[in-house]
Every structure is written in C-alpha cells, then in structure tokens.
C-alpha cells in the first residue's frame, strides 16, 4: 500500500469524523465567543485536509485502474457531503445570527461574510419548496453539462482524402510519417487536435483546411443546441430564483469582476484595443492571400491561421526546430529551480525514496532558511493512462500551525534517455513556467489561520495572473542565457534567436484577441439573453462580425461544440481578465527581472495572501496603485 491508496481508504473515517464535527459545531454553546464559532466553522472539514486532495488527483496519474476507480468513488461521496453541508440551514442558521465584536480581526470578518455568501449563494435561507428546486435545477444542470461535454467528446470525424499525400502538401514530413496512406493510397484525418491544428497550420490547399474546418465546426449539432438551450434555461432560472438579474450576474458575483455588466464593460474595453491591431493584420493577411489569390476581398476562419504562419516564416525567419536544440530537459528544470531559488529566497531538496504513485515521479521538499516549508511531485512524463495535458495538482493545503503544503505537477514532456537529452519545445519551456508559477503560489499561501484562505483560494479571474506572470521569465534572453545551452556545448541561446522567437509568436495577436473576445462575449450574453429567444448560429454570426473582421462560414454552428460554455459558463472572459493584471505586474520586473527585493514584495503581497484578500487590494498594495490596463494596451501595440 502505498501513502496516496492510503488516504483514500482514510476518507470514510475522516467523513465521518468531519460530520461529528459539523454536529459538534450546531451544539456549540450560545455564548460561545463570535469568533471561536467562525473557526470553528472553518475547521469542520479539518479531518479531510490531508487526504481528500489524492481522490481528486489519483484519477488523472495513477496506473492502476482500481485505484482510479476507487479514488472517483472517494470523490463523488465527498462530492455528496459538499453539497449537504451547502444546503445545511442548521450550520447556516447558527452563523447568520453571529454578532462578531468590534475587535475581530480582518480575516474573521473575511471568513463569516464569505461563508453566509455562499450559503445565500447556494439558496439555503429560501423556504422549502425553492430549495427544493434549487436542488432539482443543480442536478439537472450537472447532467446537462455532462450531455454537452459527452456530445463534444463523441463528435470527433473522420475525413478521408483520396487523394493521399500528395493532397497535404505543406505538412511536415513527421506529420506524413504518421499518417501513412491507406492500400487504396487515400490518406484519413479527424477532427482532434493533433491532427486539425497541424493542418490548420501548414495545408497548402485550401480546400483540405476548408473541408476539415467545416467538418469540425458542425461537430456536435443539432443535437448540443438543445442541450444548450436547456442547460441556460435552468442557469436563469436558478440565478433569478436566487434573486439574480441572470446567470451571468450570479456567476460573476464571487468573481472580481462582480458582475456581468463589468464584464461586458472590460470585454469592449479590450475589443477596442485589440481592433486596431487586428485590423492591420487582417490587411497583411489579405495581402498575402493575393499572392496566390490575385482577386481576393476577403479572408476566411479556415485561413487565417496559415497565412499567420507563412507571414511569420517571411519575416522572423523563425524556425521553431532552431530553439528546441538549446532546451534538454534536465537542463531546463535545473534551470527553472536555480531561478526560482533566487527570486522566491528558497531552496529545493529531492526527497529520496518518498512515497508517490508511480517510479517516474520525483518529489521535492521547499525549504526557506534551512526550513522545510512544503513538498511537491513531479510526474512529468507520458505514460498510459495519464492526463494528458499540464496542470497544477494540490494534495494539501497549508494551515499556518498545523499542515504543510503538498502540491504537484502533472505533464507530459518527452523522458530523457540515454543518448536522447529530450529537446523541449520552447512553448512547452513556456507551459512549465506557467504550472510552476501556479506551484509556488498554492506553496506560498501557506500561512492563514483559516483554513479557506490558503492555497490558490482566490477569486478565479486572478488564478491564471501567477502562472501567466511566471511565463515572461522564459521570454528573458538574459535568463534563458543562464541554462539554455545546446547539450554537452558552453553555447547558450543566442539573444537574437529569443528575440526572433518571441517577435514570431506575438504575430497576430491582434487578431487572436478578436477571436477570444468573440468566445468571451458569446459566452457572457448567452448568459444575459432569455435562453428560450436565441439563435445560436445569428448571435454567433453577429458577435463575429462586431468582434473581428472575419464573418462566420456559412453552414458552421460553432456554438454546439464551444465545451467552455458548459465548464466557464458565463466566464470566458477570465483569460483575458488574468493577462492584462499579468502584464501590468510585469512592468514591475522586466527592466530588471532579477530584483529578488521587488520579487519578495510581489510573493508577499500577492502571492502568499491566498484568499485572505481580494485580488484587487493584494495587487494595489503591491503596485501602490489599483491595476491597469496601459501595460496591456502597450504590449498589444508594440
Ligand atoms: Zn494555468
């Protein structure tokens, strides 16, 4: 048995022991002081701080099927307690009639207004048969959700070119290689990523990226649109049950931007600024397409990507082959922690023989003068049955007192070998960046007398600001200097090359930004709209065209298989909300990126605050002002 099978099958007691505690709580004696009930109330979940977080994980990493099953069977149980405690009236009753003294401190008030919040929230001060609904609606939009997401899994196709190789011209060669033609010499593509972006990317014949395009965009319809359709009904009507104008105003509320009409707001704001941009290089794309297109007016979603692409092969002569030669991965992650080391004043130590879930994983104490401070995993390699992607993982959370911090990384870059330094893309340097700057703050937000506030428990439009920050670090010549070197060489990444390298990838951002305002506004006004009133393909259509200077290709339902609007609902907008504080911070560093006394400030202030403030105030005292978006604009102009 190893530490993480362990703590699954230590749930069931630790549920048990936090419903004692619940009870224990709802007996607290009624002059208790105000603020022993707000901690006591935080503490309820105690018993299962350190070892609910594996259930969450060991589905994705571990490489035994029953314990992933058993570690779902963990989580849907606990998911169960979670929603009783929500809909609990007698715990809510007992701190609604709290009277916190004059003197309680900042985060006791934090804690109390946050909880009755969510309780409001969750709709158990309504009387019964609203909480009866409420409950009704909830189930039933988690089935919802699961049909959308299912229907878009399931809706990947097949295209089959008859025409075979010679039909892909301007494929790369490895691409070729693992697309073999069939006996009758036609060549079979789908519509998943790693074929539909490579295509996208480099197809010279329009017609293979039109046929894919259109194959992809109908995915998932007709039969998604009245899932939709069902799925925002129950939305509106559970916001406006809650007393919420719409589901876009009740999702939002919790968020920074605290309500849909802010987010509509902040998304024309970045619109305007992205427009002028974009409207240049809609004209350098067009430009382009008339080289072999003499009588083109217009460009089209199934082309932009390729002329982007052969723009930027015309005048960054960027190759991204020439990179990756400079980044072996051991090298990289050395580097990586020497870097973190200094800006964060900690150290790292390889845990030997620690207890994990598999032999690849390499698990690492955090220490902070000679201190050790937190722990966390690496499993950074493909294997069968793994998640497939990059994400941050936390195990537990930091309780000043009483818990260090465990957090992870779950990624899949290629496994060094003998002979083979395993090259790394430098957008996969970029996305190691990105989970480990999600790392450090889940490490740094360790110490809060409340158990709520710790780890990454801020509001979720700041969650990707850490992460996107850290990543401007790999964009550093001076920095990359330090460890990208071609392996068993002294030659370090020559400045030009990242220079190159980074003026190549900010090609057409202007246009990609268009693109995500479109996705951020057709997923806020779905959310504003009566759902029973919508044409999903017309409101795509019209919001393309006041977002971009593209129109929607005709036959296209793009709105059937967008998977965000079930798991962001009304939200879309986060992404772009975290770049433009990220890029405002970096203004603080980049003249001198490693100043350890300005990044010291930036830790304390922001990061390790956790949830103890909202992101708005960590980020003024920090800067001295509240954020802005003159940095963003900046960056969208240069
Ligand atoms: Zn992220």
Not at 82 to 86: Q, V
């Given at each position: 048995?190893?530490?993480?099978?362990?703590?699954?099958?230590?749930?069931p007691?630790?549920?048990?022991?936090?419903?004692?505690?619940?009870?224990?709580?709802?007996?607290?004696?009624?002059?208790?002081?105000?603020?022993?009930?707000?901690?006591?109330?935080?503490?309820?979940?105690?018993?299962?701080?350190?070892?609910?977080?594996?259930?969450?994980?060991?589905?994705s990493?571990?490489?035994?099927?029953?314990?992933?099953?058993?570690?779902?069977?963990?989580?849907?149980?606990?998911?169960?307690f979670?929603?009783?405690?929500?809909l609990?009236?007698?715990?809510?009753?007992?701190?609604?009639?709290?009277?916190?003294?004059?003197?309680?401190?900042?985060?006791?008030?934090?804690?109390?207004?946050?909880?009755?919040?969510?309780?409001?929230?969750?709709?158990?001060?309504?009387d019964?048969?609203?909480?009866?609904?409420?409950?009704?609606?909830?189930?039933?939009?988690?089935?919802?959700?699961?049909?959308?997401?299912?229907?878009?899994?399931?809706?990947?196709?097949?295209?089959?070119?008859?025409?075979?190789?010679?039909?892909?011209?301007?494929?790369?060669?490895?691409?070729?290689?693992?697309?073999?033609?069939?006996?009758?010499?036609?060549?079979?593509?789908?519509?998943?990523?790693?074929?539909?972006?490579?295509?996208?990317?480099?197809?010279?014949?329009?017609?293979?990226?039109?046929?894919?395009?259109?194959?992809?965009?109908?995915?998932?319809y007709?039969?998604?649109?009245?899932?939709?359709?069902?799925?925002?009904?129950?939305?509106?009507?559970?916001?406006?049950?809650?007393?919420?104008?719409?589901?876009?105003?009740?999702?939002?509320?919790?968020?920074?931007?605290?309500?849909?009409?802010?987010?509509?707001?902040?998304?024309?704001q970045?619109?305007?600024?992205?427009?002028?941009?974009?409207?240049?290089?809609?004209?350098?794309l067009?430009?382009?397409?008339?080289?072999?297109?003499?009588?083109?007016?217009?460009?089209?979603?199934?082309?932009?990507?390729?002329?982007?692409?052969?723009?930027?092969?015309?005048?960054?002569?960027?190759?991204?082959?020439?990179?990756?030669?400079?980044?072996p991965?051991?090298?990289?992650?050395?580097?990586?922690?020497?870097?973190?080391?200094?800006?964060?004043?900690?150290?790292?130590?390889?845990?030997?023989?620690?207890?994990?879930?598999?032999?690849?994983?390499?698990?690492?104490?955090?220490?902070?003068?000679?201190?050790?401070i937190?722990?966390?995993?690496?499993?950074?390699?493909?294997?069968?049955?793994?998640?497939?992607?990059?994400?941050?993982?936390?195990?537990?959370?930091?309780?000043?007192?009483?818990?260090?911090?465990?957090?992870?990384?779950?990624?899949?870059?290629?496994?060094?070998?003998d002979?083979?330094?395993?090259?790394?893309?430098?957008?996969?340097?970029?996305?190691?960046?990105?989970?480990?700057?999600?790392?450090?703050h889940?490490?740094?937000?360790?110490?809060?007398?409340?158990?709520?506030?710790?780890?990454?428990?801020?509001?979720?439009?700041?969650?990707?600001?850490?992460s996107?920050?850290?990543?401007?670090?790999?964009?550093?010549?001076?920095?990359?200097?330090?460890?990208?070197?071609?392996?068993?060489?002294?030659?370090?990444?020559?400045?030009?090359?990242?220079?190159r390298?980074?003026?190549?990838?900010?090609?057409?951002?202007?246009?990609?930004?268009?693109?995500?305002?479109?996705?951020?506004?057709?997923?806020?006004?779905?959310?504003?709209?009566?759902?029973?009133?919508?044409?999903?393909?017309?409101?795509?259509?019209?919001?393309?065209?006041?977002?971009?200077?593209?129109?929607?290709?005709?036959?296209?339902?793009?709105?059937?298989?967008?998977?965000?609007?079930?798991?962001?609902?009304?939200?879309?907008?986060?992404?772009?909300?975290?770049?433009?504080?990220?890029?405002?911070?970096?203004?603080?560093?980049?003249?001198?990126?490693?100043?350890?006394?300005?990044?010291?400030?930036?830790?304390?202030?922001?990061?390790?605050?956790?949830?103890?403030?909202?992101?708005?105030?960590?980020?003024?005292?920090?800067?001295?002002?509240?954020?802005?978006?003159?940095?963003?604009?900046?960056?969208?102009?240069?």
């Open positions: 048995m190893s530490l993480h099978v362990d703590r699954l099958h230590q749930i007691a630790a549920l048990t022991e936090t419903k004692r505690r619940r009870d224990a709580f709802v007996a607290l004696d009624s002059d208790t002081p105000a603020s022993d009930v707000v901690r006591a109330f935080d503490r309820i979940g105690l018993p299962l701080v350190e070892v609910l977080h594996s259930a969450g994980v060991m589905p990493v571990h490489p035994d099927a029953d314990v992933r099953q058993l570690a779902e069977t963990r989580q849907q149980e606990a998911a169960t979670a929603t009783e405690m929500s609990d009236r007698e715990v809510f009753e007992r701190l609604s009639k709290l009277e916190l003294p004059a003197d309680a401190d900042a985060a006791t008030r934090r804690r109390l207004e946050h909880a009755l919040r969510d309780f409001r929230r969750s709709g158990v001060d309504r019964e048969a609203t909480r009866d609904r409420v409950r009704a609606l909830q189930d039933r939009m988690v089935e919802l959700g699961q049909t959308f997401d299912r229907a878009i899994a399931q809706s990947s196709k097949s295209i089959v070119f008859e025409g075979g190789h010679a039909v892909l011209s301007g494929l790369p060669a490895d691409f070729l290689a693992s697309h073999p033609e069939g006996e009758d010499g036609s060549v079979t593509i789908t519509t998943d990523p790693p074929d539909a972006l490579p295509i996208m990317m480099y197809a010279d014949d329009v017609d293979v990226r039109k046929r894919l395009y259109m194959e992809s965009m109908t995915r998932a007709p039969e998604n649109f009245d899932t939709l359709r069902s799925l925002l009904s129950c939305r509106r009507e559970l916001a406006q049950l809650l007393g919420y104008d719409s589901w876009a105003d009740y999702v939002t509320e919790d968020k920074m931007s605290k309500s849909g009409g802010r987010v509509a707001e902040f998304i024309d970045v619109s305007d600024l992205s427009s002028v941009r974009g409207t240049q290089e809609y004209a350098d067009l430009e382009e397409k008339r080289k072999t297109d003499p009588t083109a007016d217009s460009v089209e979603l199934y082309e932009w990507v390729h002329l982007v692409e052969r723009i930027r092969k015309q005048r960054f002569e960027f190759d991204s082959q020439e990179a990756r030669a400079y980044f991965y051991d090298a990289t992650l050395k580097g990586l922690l020497e870097l973190t080391s200094e800006l964060y004043g900690v150290t790292f130590q390889v845990v030997q023989d620690a207890d994990t879930w598999h032999a690849d994983v390499v698990t690492y104490d955090l220490l902070e003068k000679g201190e050790v937190g722990r966390f995993h690496l499993d950074m390699f493909p294997r069968k049955d793994k998640y497939k992607h990059a994400m941050m993982v936390d195990f537990v959370v930091g309780l000043d007192g009483e818990f260090l911090p465990e957090g992870g990384l779950v990624c899949n870059f290629s496994k060094p070998k002979g083979d330094p395993a090259l790394m893309l430098h957008t996969q340097v970029t996305t190691l960046f990105h989970e480990f700057g999600h790392l450090m889940f490490l740094m937000a360790r110490r809060h007398e409340y158990l709520a506030f710790g780890g990454i428990s801020c509001e979720w439009d700041f969650v990707e600001v850490p996107q920050l850290y990543e401007e670090w790999a964009w550093d010549p001076a920095v990359l200097a330090r460890f990208a070197k071609k392996p068993g060489t002294d030659q370090a990444i020559p400045a030009d090359l990242v220079q390298m980074r003026a190549a990838e900010e090609y057409g951002k202007g246009l990609r930004m268009g693109i995500q305002m479109t996705y951020a506004t057709q997923s806020l006004d779905l959310h504003r709209l009566d759902p029973a009133t919508i044409d999903f393909d017309a409101i795509t259509r019209q919001i393309r065209e006041q977002r971009t200077p593209f129109r929607e290709v005709e036959g296209t339902h793009q709105a059937a298989q967008f998977g965000h609007l079930n798991g962001y609902s009304a939200i879309y907008y986060t992404y772009a909300w975290s770049d433009v504080i990220a890029r405002d911070l970096w203004r603080e560093f980049e003249s001198d990126v490693m100043n350890a006394d300005k990044f010291g400030g930036y830790k304390d202030k922001v990061l390790a605050a956790g949830g103890s403030q909202d992101a708005a105030d960590m980020v003024e005292s920090f800067l001295g002002r509240p954020f802005s978006f003159d940095a963003y604009e900046a960056w969208l102009s240069r």
